[in-house]
């Protein structure tokens, strides 16, 4: 279809999907762990930020997620109080994509932490603090906000059996 000057209608511009990546936000006793990229990866270096991977083909998020974490930290599955699944985020590149990001929220009670390559050190700060913590990625608080986000309530009818 034409418009009436013989062209051809605009198209609305698509954004392109950079990838899919997986982002864990830790926490011990209510502090945060903020986690500085080491000089050896390509990307973020020397910034603050959560424990981050990309999306392997044949592998859920969720799954994902929980390697990122003991591949970056040395965690076990066992060594997490708890572990929620935040939501699915859109987030816009400064080359005019977006990276899909699945969420994460993990609690431990172990403080000391077994670095691999990818981080310098890492930091456990309490929510306060992190808008006065310096170099951080401009995605992080967008992160931080979905995966700590308090569980959606759900309203009903209770059922017998249903445990309290």
Same mark, same amino acid.
């Given at each position: 279809?034409?418009?009436?000057?013989?062209?051809?209608?605009?198209? +609305?511009?698509?954004?392109?999907?950079?990838?899919?990546?997986?982002?864990?936000?830790?926490?011990?006793?209510?502090?945060?762990?903020?986690?500085?990229?080491?000089?050896?990866?390509?990307?973020?270096?020397?910034?603050?930020?959560?424990?981050?991977?990309?999306?392997?083909?044949?592998? *859920? +998020?969720?799954?994902?997620?929980?390697?990122?974490?003991?591949?970056? *930290?040395?965690?076990?599955?066992?060594?997490?109080?708890?572990?929620?699944?935040?939501?699915?985020?859109?987030?816009? #590149?400064?080359?005019?994509?977006?990276?899909?990001?699945?969420?994460?929220?993990?609690?431990?009670?172990?403080?000391?932490?077994?670095?691999?390559?990818?981080?310098?050190?890492?930091?456990?700060?309490?929510?306060?603090?992190?808008?006065?913590? #310096?170099?951080?990625? +401009?995605?992080?608080?967008?992160?931080?906000?979905?995966?700590?986000?308090?569980?959606?309530?759900?309203?009903?009818?209770?059922?017998?059996? #249903?445990?309290?």
């Amino acid at each position: 279809m034409k418009d009436a000057y013989g062209r051809a209608p605009a198209r +609305p511009v698509q954004k392109a999907e950079r990838g899919t990546v997986v982002a864990v936000v830790l926490t011990w006793h209510g502090r945060i762990g903020l986690f500085k990229r080491s000089r050896l990866v390509s990307h973020d270096a020397g910034l603050w930020h959560c424990v981050t991977g990309f999306a392997e083909d044949g592998c *859920t +998020p969720r799954v994902q997620a929980l390697l990122e974490l003991f591949e970056e *930290t040395g965690l076990l599955v066992a060594e997490l109080t708890a572990f929620r699944t935040g939501p699915v985020l859109e987030l816009g #590149d400064d080359r005019g994509g977006f990276w899909k990001v699945h969420t994460f929220h993990a609690e431990t009670e172990r403080r000391r932490l077994q670095l691999n390559w990818e981080h310098d050190s890492y930091r456990w700060v309490r929510p306060r603090f992190l808008v006065r913590f #310096d170099g951080q990625v +401009p995605w992080l608080r967008h992160v931080l906000s979905a995966a700590l986000a308090p569980e959606p309530i759900q309203l009903g009818h209770a059922h017998p059996g #249903d445990a309290a």
